[in-house]
């Protein structure tokens, strides 16, 4: 399994990971979703009976600071990282491990 990269990861953000399988950096507790250009429903509200919240804006403009941060880190900064490489090969170890009692069986 996996996956194969078709540009480098020095140009590959943590944001467009996230975006690319649809996943939503929303810390809003409406669901709305409030990345650039998919604010429509946000700016509906839904936080209560369609109306928004008193602190909805703030929840958004979270949002938007954690998908700029996250927009900022390559996949490559994340791969340098020393506790991201310890961490791979621990999880790479215990799959290899669940594997192979797998195949015992």
Known sequence: GG???NVE?????????IDAVD???DTTRCGAKSREGVE????KGGC???EQCLTHHLWMDLSQQIHSFLNSISLQDLMNKR???VTAIRQN????L???SLLDI
């Open 3 to 5: 996956y194969q990269l």
């Open 40 to 43: 429509e429903k946000a700016e």
């Open 23 to 25: 996943e939503s950096i």
């Open 93 to 96: 170890e215990a799959a290899e």
């Open 98 to 100: 669940i594997n192979s």
């Open 48 to 50: 209560q009976d369609g």
């Open 83 to 85: 506790e991201v490489q």
């Open 9 to 17: 990861a020095a140009d590959i953000s943590v944001a467009a990971v």
